[in-house]
């Protein structure tokens, strides 16, 4: 099951997206993340990307709050196949 097949990735906008993956015990989580789409990778075949690059963002409320602080972000290739939008979100 592709979770993503629905999804348009729009690089540079602010996504959450809720990212499913099996952990070393073979059990499902599921971690939310607030992301600024940088790059779109793997679209070769045009079957949709298959992974993206993306500047994930620690603290969604002080990056709102329109400080110029850096250190809340890190730099993450997200596999799309693991990858749902959440619905509802506000921007």
């Not at 099951?1 to 602010?14: A, P, R, T």
């Not at 600024?36 to 990778?41: G, R, S």
């Not at 949709?48 to 620690?58: A, E, F, N, W």
């Amino acid at each position: 099951m592709h979770l993503s097949d629905d999804i348009v990735f729009n690089v540079g906008e602010i996504e959450t997206y809720a990212y499913v993956f099996q952990n070393t015990n073979k059990e499902f989580q599921t971690e939310y993340i607030h992301c600024i789409v940088l790059k779109i990778l793997d679209d070769k075949n045009n079957d949709g990307p298959k992974r993206m690059l993306v500047k994930q963002i620690h603290n969604l409320e002080t990056y709102l709050s329109g400080l110029n602080s850096y250190d809340h972000f890190s730099e993450r290739i997200l596999n799309t196949e693991k990858i749902t939008k959440l619905i509802g979100t506000k921007r």
